[in-house]
């Protein structure tokens, strides 16, 4: 359903702004950039299971639910796309600086 789409879209900003808080306040703790990046993979399932639920309800379902409803999913999934994907960038960029940083990590992790 659409509404709980927006709904979830709205607890995963929540839990996202509570991760990504926590994650700053311990910068150095594995446990706050394992949280991070959970909430990082549950944005890329919500975006999926967003876009399954707006075709589901514009090709199966016509008028199934109001068009200021579907157009404000449809603008939320397209934002929760690009938003999932520049966060994600962000950190890997960022594991490549710490990377150019301390070389001996890069070595370690090349042999893995």
Do not use: M
Not at 24 to 31: E, K, Y
Not at 82 to 110: K, M, Y
């Amino acid at each position: 359903d659409v509404a709980t789409y927006i709904e979830l879209t709205a607890a995963y900003f929540t839990v996202g702004l509570a991760a990504t808080t926590y994650a700053l306040a311990r910068p150095h703790s594995l446990a706050a950039k394992a949280v991070v990046g959970v909430v990082l993979v549950l944005g890329y399932v919500l975006v999926g299971w967003g876009l399954f639920v707006l075709s589901w309800d514009f090709e199966l379902r016509q008028g199934a639910c109001r068009p200021l409803l579907f157009y404000t999913a449809a603008a939320v999934t397209g934002f929760r796309a690009l938003h999932t994907n520049l966060v994600e960038c962000h950190f890997v960029l960022g594991f490549l600086n710490l990377e150019a940083r301390e070389p001996a990590l890069g070595r370690a992790f090349w042999y893995l």
